[in-house]
């Protein structure tokens, strides 16, 4: 071991509470050397890992990573949130007692990195001059090189931004593993995913994937996030935001949301409006997956990305569903796809939904690195890419991406929606003027189950505001912290609930989606300006067929439209059913939402 003091003299790393983390985790973990990363050693990093063989080359300044086959997405039963108080424990977060995971952890990376370099990377998970920047600074150490390339895109890296903050920093420590025999999914696993969230610290063992290995994103973004946030008045979500210019009055209005994961936010804060609206309407990308939100001095609400970039799932990921996510991968972005397939002859990346599949399948490699000419005629329809398969490139690179992205005041929340995967019952959108029936709402938001087949249908897989596998603390805590919140805004944004995946008894979506989507969201600033009325329902507003902005639509949608403008009582009367047990689960739930329950469960009777 070289003498870490040097190092971090050399790299200008001063603040001493830093210094001695690192210190301590580099004698745990055994690294042969430390390195301090900021984002200008990204072109020489990327010269290493190409010459590693760490990455390959994917044309013109973008890269392509594999990372092993039994690690390609987040282990939600291997996550933990551990504190030093039981009444932490919630339904969903798997707590443990802090002490007994932080020694857990310890002995897993005891000498777990030898022979390594232990890179230092210091981060924020803000804009610079935040409001919140004191909660959203921290220092990851890792032994993956592929890891500091991918934090360097989704989050600002630099030793400037650690230094004059003292020991307010997350402490994020990711140790990768023997990722061979680490039983990945079976009795044996060996892996552990694990915030200390009293502790603010972040111990991550076996994996150099996603949300399990860039700890900036995940478990500081959101877990450690929402705990500090708990603790700190402001709300912490798995929220995509986005901005709608109307330019006809040039007023602008700021919508944020939650879809459970892979349900569509990315794709909906990229979103080109509609052709036939594009002359009046605009939107605008602030962020895909995180949104910290706050109070501010005059009773607004307000809102901000904490990320840098965005890990956006490859699948389906074209240039008529999605174009913007298309420009911001193009040459010289310095894009980086992982576990898509890749040629390696004339190093181009193709996945599922991209387009043609390619005819010519010389040099093609799938998703596992085989040759997909090789496959045997059973495998021969198998995904070339993993359906988790990913694109990460910065902020900047997005079309879209709002003038004023990196304000570090944020900006003015007008709307929060809630949308799952839903094939019944949810209507395209319905609008909640009331904050408890739109906290409720965010409860009992749910993508579907698989469960269709054991004669479950219509029972979704709650994901209370999408934060199933990011909760941090009990959900009853969680929903009376909402409504704290908000009980402090003077001016307060509208709820909506959205659906763009109602299907047919063909099995059709019957809603276009993708830039369509614009059109409720249009609605639903209409609604809340008093320009449109909408229809009273027993679950909320919906809009009137006519009062929606239909022009350019196809004649399959016009003809579904009447379909996901109603609801189906009976669907929603059993439904309520299902939402009393889920809510029942919860610790000291709020007794505000039991009554938004009861309102919604009351007029549903009362309807025909
Ligand atoms: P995470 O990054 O996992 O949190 O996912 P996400 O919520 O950002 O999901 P994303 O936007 O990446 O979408 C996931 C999948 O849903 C992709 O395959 C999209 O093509 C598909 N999708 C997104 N929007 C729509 C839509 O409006 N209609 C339909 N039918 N599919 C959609
Ligand atoms: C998600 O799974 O919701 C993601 C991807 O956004 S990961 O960063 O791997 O968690
Ligand atoms: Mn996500």
């Given amino acids: 071991m070289t003498d870490i003091d040097e190092t971090l003299d050399a790299a200008g790393l001063t603040n001493p509470h830093v210094r001695e983390y690192v210190k301590h985790w580099a004698g745990v973990t055994g690294a042969e050397r430390v390195e301090v990363v900021n984002a200008s050693d990204d072109d020489r990093l990327i010269a290493e890992a190409l010459e590693a063989g760490e990455l390959l080359p994917a044309g013109e300044g973008r890269y392509y990573s594999r990372s092993y086959h039994k690690d390609t997405a987040r282990a939600e039963e291997r996550t933990i949130v551990a504190t030093s108080d039981e009444a932490d424990k919630g339904v969903y977060n798997n707590w443990r007692p802090a002490a007994e995971m932080t020694a857990k952890l310890t002995e897993l990376m005891t000498g777990a990195s030898a022979g390594k370099t232990m890179y230092v990377i210091p981060y924020l998970m803000a804009p610079k001059g935040s409001p919140l920047e004191k909660f959203a600074a921290g220092v990851e150490l890792t032994d993956n090189r592929s890891v500091v390339l991918q934090m360097i895109r989704m989050a600002r890296v630099g030793v ?65 996030g929402a705990y500090d946030g708990w603790k700190n008045g402001f709300l912490v979500e798995q929220f995509m935001l986005l901005g709608v210019v109307d330019k006809e009055t040039g007023e602008k209005y700021h919508i944020c949301g939650g879809f459970p994961s892979a349900s569509g936010k990315t794709n909906l804060a990229m979103t080109l409006a509609p052709d036939a609206l594009g002359d009046r309407y605009h939107v605008e990308f602030y962020g895909d997956d995180i949104a910290w939100l706050w109070v501010g001095d005059d009773g607004k609400l307000y809102g901000m990305n904490p990320e840098n970039g965005v890990f956006g799932v490859a699948k389906d990921t074209n240039e008529l569903t999605n174009p913007t996510a298309i420009d911001s991968i193009v040459p010289g972005t310095g894009a980086i796809f992982t576990n898509v397939a890749y040629n390696a002859k004339t190093q181009e990346v193709w996945w599922e939904g991209r387009g043609e599949k390619p005819a010519d399948l010389d040099g093609w490699l799938d998703w596992k690195g085989e040759a997909v000419a090789d496959r045997s005629p059973e495998e021969a329809d198998d995904p070339w890419a993993h359906p988790n398969s990913r694109f990460t490139t910065t902020l900047d690179h997005v079309p879209n991406v709002a003038a004023d992205y990196e304000e570090p005041a944020g900006v003015e929340i007008h709307g929060v929606i809630f949308g799952g995967r839903t094939r019944d019952r949810e209507p395209l959108i319905r609008a909640i003027n009331d904050v408890a029936e739109g906290v409720y709402d965010g409860l009992t938001l749910g993508a579907e189950a698989t469960a269709a087949a054991d004669g479950l249908e219509g029972v979704l897989r709650y994901d209370p505001m999408s934060m199933r596998p990011f909760m941090a603390y009990g959900e009853g805590d969680y929903a009376a912290h909402w409504l704290e919140v908000f009980s402090r805004t003077t001016t307060k944004p509208i709820f909506a609930h959205v659906n763009w995946f109602q299907r047919g008894e063909d099995g059709r979506f019957l809603w276009p989606g993708y830039r369509e989507n614009l059109r409720p969201l249009v609605w639903l600033m209409q609604y809340k300006n008093g320009e449109v009325e909408g229809v009273e329902t027993p679950v909320g507003v919906l809009p009137k067929r006519e009062e929606l902005l239909l022009e350019g639509l196809d004649e399959q949608a016009l003809a579904d439209l009447d379909t996901i403008l109603t609801i189906d009582v009976e669907r929603w009367k059993q439904e309520i059913g299902y939402r009393e047990e889920h809510l029942n689960q919860f610790d000291r739930l709020p007794e505000e939402i039991w009554e938004a329950h009861r309102r919604v469960a009351a007029a549903l009777d009362a309807a025909e």
């Fill in 160 to 224: 400037d931004f650690i230094n004059d903050l003292g020991d307010s920093f997350v402490r994020a420590v990711h140790v990768t593993g023997d990722l061979p025999n680490l039983g990945q999914g079976t009795p044996d696993d060996q892996r552990y995913f694990v915030t200390v969230a009293d502790e603010r610290t972040i111990l991550h063992y076996g994996s150099s994937y996603g949300g399990n290995a860039l700890l900036g994103k995940i478990a500081h973004g959101l877990r450690q």
